[in-house]
C-alpha cells in the first residue's frame, strides 16, 4: 500500500536555527500539506500547496516558514530561524483530490 | 464556540462493547467530515469518511446529522486493539482541504 514517508523522524536544533523537514507523497497525489501537533493538543494546519504554489496558510504559517516542491518529488517545509515554541510533531499530509488526506508518520522537532 | 468540538474522555469500556462517540462542529456550510484515528506519538490515520447518508465499515459506523452539526461514530464489538484517540475532523466549507480537527476522544479497551 503506497505511504507517505517523512524524513528525519527526530530533530533536535537550537534556537535560531534554520530546519527542513522533507516529505516524499504518494506518487499520484496532487495536493500536500503540512500539519503540526503540539504534545497534548490537537493537530493544527500550517500550509497547503497545490500545483507549485500555495493554496493556503493559517496565521501559524508566517514568514518563518516556506514550502517548495524541489524536485518534483520531495516535499519540504522550512523554518528559517527555530524558536522554543516550534518544538512540535509536524505532519506532511498527501491526497488526490482535497478530499480524504493520508499522513506521513511524522517529524518530531525539539528546539532547544 | 470551538470549530470541532469531541467528548471529553477517555472512555473505558471492556472488550466486546459497543462504544459511540459524538461530535459538533460549528460551520453549518462544512461539507466533508471524517473519523481519524491517531495511536500514541503516531500520525493521524483516515478511519472513515463521514457522508449524509451515514455509512458502514465493519464494526465501525458513522452518523452525520447536519441539521444538528453533529457527527458520531459507533464502534460495535470493541477489540484491544481499537484503544487509540479517535479524532472527529472536518474540511473548510470550500473544501480546500484545510483540515480542522478536534481535540480527540481517548477509548482505552480493557481484557
Known amino acids: 500500500e503506497p505511504e507517505v514517508t517523512q524524513t528525519p523522524s527526530h530533530q533536535v536544533t537550537q534556537m535560531g536555527q534554520e530546519v527542513i523537514l522533507r516529505c516524499v507523497p504518494i506518487?499520484?497525489?496532487?495536493?500536500f500539506y503540512w500539519y503540526r501537533q503540539i504534545l497534548g493538543q490537537k493537530v493544527e494546519f500550517l500550509v497547503s500547496?497545490?500545483?507549485?504554489?500555495?493554496?493556503?496558510k493559517s496565521e501559524i504559517f508566517d514568514d518563518q516558514f516556506s514550502v517548495e516542491r524541489p524536485d518534483g518529488s520531495n516535499f519540504t517545509l522550512k523554518i528559517r530561524s527555530t524558536k522554543l515554541e516550534d518544538s512540535a510533531m509536524y505532519f506532511c499530509?498527501?491526497?488526490?483530490?482535497?478530499?480524504?488526506?493520508?499522513f506521513g508518520p511524522g517529524t518530531r522537532l525539539t528546539v532547544t | 464556540r470551538k470549530e470541532v468540538e469531541q467528548d471529553p474522555g477517555p472512555f473505558n469500556v471492556p472488550e466486546g462493547a459497543t462504544v459511540a462517540f459524538n461530535c459538533t462542529y460549528s460551520?453549518?456550510?462544512?461539507?466533508?467530515f471524517f473519523w481519524y484515528r491517531q495511536d500514541c506519538r503516531k500520525e493521524p490515520k483516515l478511519l472513515m469518511s463521514?457522508?449524509?447518508s451515514g455509512n458502514e465499515d465493519g464494526r465501525f459506523t458513522a452518523q452525520l446529522n447536519r441539521a444538528s452539526q453533529y457527527i458520531s461514530l459507533l464502534i460495535r464489538d470493541s477489540k484491544l486493539s481499537d484503544s487509540a484517540t479517535y479524532l472527529c475532523?472536518?474540511?473548510?466549507?470550500?473544501?480546500?482541504?484545510?483540515?480542522?480537527f478536534g481535540q480527540g476522544t481517548t477509548l482505552q479497551v480493557k481484557p
Open positions: 463521514v457522508y449524509s
Open positions: 506518487s499520484n497525489h496532487l495536493y
Open positions: 460551520n453549518s456550510a462544512s461539507q466533508s
Open positions: 475532523v472536518v474540511n473548510t466549507p470550500e473544501n480546500t482541504g484545510k483540515l480542522i
Open positions: 500547496f497545490y500545483n507549485n504554489e500555495i493554496s493556503e
Open positions: 499530509a498527501t491526497s488526490f483530490s482535497t478530499y480524504e488526506q493520508y
